[in-house]
T-cell receptor
Framework: AQSVTQPDIHITVSEGASLELRCNYS??????LFWYVQSPGQGLQLLLK??????LVQGIKGFEAEFKRSQSSFNLRKPSVHWSDAAEYFC??????????FGKGTRLHILP | NAGVTQTPKFRVLKTGQSMTLLCAQD?????MYWYRQDPGMGLRLIHY???????AKGEVPDGYNVSRLKKQNFLLGLESAAPSQTSVYFC????????????????FGQGTRLTVV
């Protein structure tokens, strides 16, 4: 069965520092991969997605993610975080013609 | 373009009461989903639908029923609410995965906060 793991429940970084959020998936084939962000009290917004091709994917708000097949990972990165990036981030996985499964999320805290 | 709309946004139920949450999308999506979100548990899939007239169980289907009589609507029912069903419920919709990559993402509603006392 497909699954997605986000090992870090909470991450705290200083404003201006770089960020990497980890995501690992379990799947028999190359899945569709997503990162979503949820601001407090809001719904989820898509940051970026990967289906095929270039393994480095650019998203909105300055985020990027890299698909590494050998490590079954799809980590989210940002070179310099802003206070407005404080939110919960969800990695999700799906395969063709199937449902989308989400990880448990990583809550990002920003220190001023 | 309204996207995905959930009603109601808030609800308080007494144990044993029933209710229906409505999700409506205007993007002509085939797939629709109901998730619940609880602290530390992420988003857990309750039920989903791959098209009008079809439904399937997700990870946590017990205590819930769903119906997809029209393509644009996906209803989530609680027949006899329990305190364990206190949660925030999210509906989402998407095109069938495997179609055009540009169109393939899940769009979410704003959520329904349900409290069962």
């Amino acid at each position: 069965a497909q699954s997605v793991t986000q090992p870090d429940i909470h991450i705290t970084v200083s404003e201006g520092a770089s960020l990497e959020l980890r995501c690992n998936y379990s799947y028999g084939a190359t899945p569709y991969l997503f990162w979503y962000v949820q601001s407090p009290g809001q719904g989820l917004q898509l940051l970026l997605k990967y289906f095929s091709g270039d393994t480095l994917v650019q998203g909105i708000k300055g985020f990027e993610a890299e698909f590494k097949r050998s490590q079954s990972s799809f980590n989210l990165r940002k070179p310099s975080v802003h206070w407005s990036d404080a939110a919960e981030y969800f990695c999700a996985v799906a395969r063709r013609d199937d449902k989308i499964i989400f990880g448990k999320g990583t809550r990002l805290h920003i220190l001023p | 373009n309204a996207g995905v709309t959930q009603t109601p946004k808030f609800r308080v139920l007494k144990t044993g009461q029933s209710m229906t949450l409505l999700c409506a999308q205007d993007m002509n999506h085939e797939y629709m989903y109901w998730y619940r979100q609880d602290p530390g548990m992420g988003l857990r899939l309750i039920h989903y639908s791959v098209g009008e007239g079809t439904t399937a169980k997700g990870e946590v289907p017990d205590g819930y029923n769903v119906s997809r009589l029209k393509k644009q609507n996906f209803l989530l029912g609680l027949e006899s609410a329990a305190p364990s069903q206190t949660s925030v419920y999210f509906c989402a919709s998407s095109y069938s995965l495997g179609g055009s990559a540009e169109n393939t993402e899940a769009f979410f509603g704003q959520g329904t906060r349900l409290t069962v006392v």
